[in-house]
């Protein structure tokens, strides 16, 4: 089967920008996750979506953070403002509902200066 | 609170030794555990959960209770299993909680 796919690859913004990430999951799949891995780190839960409703959001920082599924397929993650440790791979994965495991996209590396 | 703790940062064994990666955790509930592996330059992937007790590339791992513990063993380490290893304890919510990783190197 497909993979999960994530766009871009690696994005380099100032602090104080704007940014935002893209994720297509596996066709099919209702959840979708977002994890935020900070350099030396495991991944952390940013948001979980069940088809398009938030399931858990408890870790995202709302401030500056946004996410959304709309039509329950894609979704793209936010950041405005952008900080410096905001610097980290975010990571989407989506996990079908008969099965137990959750795949991976590849992530994208943010670098914020 | 749940917490998954891998202890080690890093791991250097020798190809054909055995190798241990240590995995405790914390959780009220009745756990659910896996070990996800990620090799250069590729995506996160799932190696074992504990619900399958399968062995996958020679690994096997054993869900101790009594220790809080899911440790990922080989008997005979091979160079291409170099890689991050991430024990993750799945929470109520069915999303994934994850160790710090542990950075497996084998040398020839």
């Known amino acids: 089967e497909a993979g999960v796919a994530q766009s871009p690859r690696y994005k380099i913004i100032e602090k104080r920008q704007s940014v935002a990430f893209w994720c297509n999951p596996i066709?099919?799949?209702?959840?979708l996750y977002w994890y935020q891995q900070i350099l030396g780190q495991g991944p952390k839960l940013l948001i979980q979506?069940?088809?398009?409703?938030?399931?858990?959001d408890s870790q995202l920082p709302k401030d500056r953070f946004s996410a959304e599924r709309l039509k329950g397929v894609d979704s793209t993650l936010k950041i405005q403002p952008a900080k410096l440790e905001d610097s980290a791979v975010y990571l989407c994965a989506s996990k079908g509902q008969m099965n137990t495991e959750a795949f991976f996209g590849q992530g994208t590396r943010l670098t914020v200066v | 609170a749940q917490r998954v703790t891998q202890p080690e940062k890093l791991l250097s064994v020798f190809k054909g030794a055995p190798v241990e990666l240590k995995c405790n955790y914390s959780?009220?509930?009745?756990?659910?555990l896996f070990w996800y592996v990620q090799y250069s330059r590729q995506r996160l992937q799932l190696l074992l959960r504990h619900i399958s007790r399968e062995s996958i590339k020679g690994f096997t791992a054993d869900l101790n209770k009594g220790e809080t513990s899911f440790h990922l063993k080989k008997p005979f380490a091979q160079e291409e299993d170099s890689a991050m290893y991430y024990c993750a304890l799945r929470n109520s919510g069915y999303a994934l909680n994850f160790g710090k990783g542990t950075s497996l190197l084998v040398t020839p």
């Open positions: 959780y009220s509930g009745s756990p659910e």
């Open positions: 066709s099919g799949h209702a959840t």
């Open positions: 979506f069940q088809n398009n409703g938030v399931v858990d």
